[in-house]
């Protein structure tokens, strides 16, 4: 019987069709190049072989909008046009199931670290809504330094680096996006009290805690439509602290 439930397609709010309901749910693989941050071609043959596997939904993890990285071999955006590894990624998450000609929706997730960006992978001082340095017995201060707090000119600059992430994915192939605001990135920091100690309109009240998030969503939205029309989005999260916005194909 449950093996019969996974095997049903599994319609989103956004009336994109899954064509079971097994999810690849978001990993951080490190296989991008140390330099470009491009994705190696061990990374494109590792998400061909999870989309032969027969997961219904693929999602890529940690892809980062801008040089802040989470890890060792983050895939970076830095550009709205696609390279060619970038489609060969795109195409191979999309591979038809061994034996069948089910094919996953494949959506990449959009990242930054803000102050959970190590040393050991970047020389730039993380960033965080405040000055509020991670704090975890016997690993905070020796695994993250102190944050500098982003201006509100920095702030205001976040939802267009998004923004062009999502119109990278999309030009490369990939069927949407999903917007990392948990696990104490740097949307989680912004929308929790505790880490966002601002004085200006991205702080303070929940409203302003979370209008960061919502700016970026609709950002995302504008830069998509000129992509692929007509888009649907989810409005509640696939799951705790994430946003996924998908495309449906068109009559």
């Not at 999810?23 to 190696?40: D, M, Q, R």
């Not at 072989?49 to 980062?64: D, F, K, P, Q, R």
């Not at 500098?148 to 992430?165: C, I, Q």
């Amino acid at each position: 019987m449950t093996e019969e439930i996974l095997r049903k397609p599994f319609r989103l709010p956004c009336e994109v069709v899954l064509p079971n309901r097994i999810c690849k749910t978001a990993t951080s693989e490190h296989l991008a190049h140390p330099i470009t941050g491009e994705p190696l071609k061990a990374m494109v043959e590792l998400y061909r072989a999870w989309a032969e596997g027969g997961s219904g939904l693929i999602i890529t993890g940690n892809v980062m909008v801008d040089e802040h990285l989470e890890g060792p071999g983050n895939v970076i955006c830095r550009s709205t046009t696609p390279s060619a590894i970038w489609r060969e990624w795109a195409e191979a998450s999309k591979t038809c199931r061994k034996g069948s000609q089910e094919r996953p929706v494949a959506i990449v997730q959009l990242s930054h670290p803000g102050r959970q960006s190590p040393p050991s992978v970047s020389l730039r001082r993380p960033v965080a809504p405040s000055n509020v340095p991670f704090r975890l017995p016997g690993v905070g201060i020796q695994l993250f330094r102190s944050p500098r707090t982003l201006t509100t000119e920095e702030v205001k600059a976040l939802p267009t680096k998004f923004a062009n992430a999502a119109a990278l994915a999309v030009a490369a192939g990939f069927d949407g996006v999903q917007i990392h605001a948990a696990h104490g990135y740097l949307l989680s920091q912004f929308l929790s009290p505790h880490t966002n100690r601002r004085s200006d309109s991205y702080g303070g009240s929940a409203a302003n805690r979370r209008r960061l998030l919502l700016e970026i969503l609709a950002a995302i939205r504008i830069a998509s439509q000129l992509l692929v029309t007509p888009w649907a989005f989810i409005e509640r999260p696939l799951e705790p602290g994430a946003c996924c916005l998908s495309r449906r194909e068109g009559n």
